[in-house]
């Protein structure tokens, strides 16, 4: 698996295609309940020192297969808002988004100087769920009824990880990035 910064025009194309699927765009919240990202607002988005985006690859190609992100990066803070996607399906449930997520955290902590990084799963995302419990967050509380799916209102379940707590775990990750 490899990290892929996005510096390229058809990378920037295939993930905001994958942004725009129900299937992943109805777990996310761009700001103000937004959900839809156009190519231009990714690519801004990718040059914005507030966010540290990488595509990330399978063990078996060069391919991409998913995107995993650092947002709402605060440099006097030291601290960022986690999220992540698989957009290639055929890959599910085989630890990617994990994989992808643990070597994001690395490098905001080892890299970016991060100290807390934030993260929330809508309470009925059970496979993010797990992802996050996976990786040492601990969970800080509740949005309630602030998500909306198909008209259903979820909690959002709100976590963090400060960076001894990463640097802990044995399997936590190091990336592999293209320069």
């Known amino acids: 698996m490899e990290l892929i910064p996005l510096d390229?025009?058809?990378l920037i194309r295939r993930s905001?295609?994958?942004l725009t699927e129900k299937r992943n765009r109805q777990w996310l919240d761009f700001g103000d309940g937004a959900r839809d990202m156009s190519p231009g607002?990714?690519?801004a988005m990718a040059r914005d020192e507030a966010h540290i985006i990488r595509a990330f690859t399978a063990d078996d190609t060069d391919e991409p297969i998913g995107l995993v992100a650092l947002s709402s990066v605060n440099t006097d803070?030291?601290?960022a808002v986690l999220w992540a996607l698989l957009g290639d399906q055929r890959y599910g449930a085989k630890g990617y988004v994990y994989r992808a997520t643990a070597a994001m955290?690395?490098?905001?902590?080892?890299?970016?100087?991060?100290e807390c990084v934030?993260?929330?799963?809508?309470?009925?995302?059970?496979?993010?769920?797990?992802?996050?419990r996976k990786l040492n967050f601990t969970a800080i509380g509740r949005q309630r009824n602030c998500h909306d799916i198909d008209g259903q209102r979820f909690d959002r379940l709100l976590f963090?990880?400060?960076?001894?707590?990463?640097?802990?775990?044995?399997d936590a990750g190091k990336p592999r990035s293209r320069a």
């Open 8 to 10: 390229e025009e058809r």
């Open 16 to 18: 905001a295609l994958w």
């Open 41 to 43: 607002t990714l690519k």
């Open 77 to 79: 803070f030291r601290s």
């Open 105 to 114: 955290l690395t490098l905001g902590f080892t890299e970016h100087g991060l």
């Open 118 to 132: 934030n993260a929330w799963a809508v309470e009925c995302n059970h496979a993010s769920l797990r992802i996050l």
């Open 160 to 170: 963090e990880l400060q960076a001894t707590d990463h640097s802990n775990r044995s």
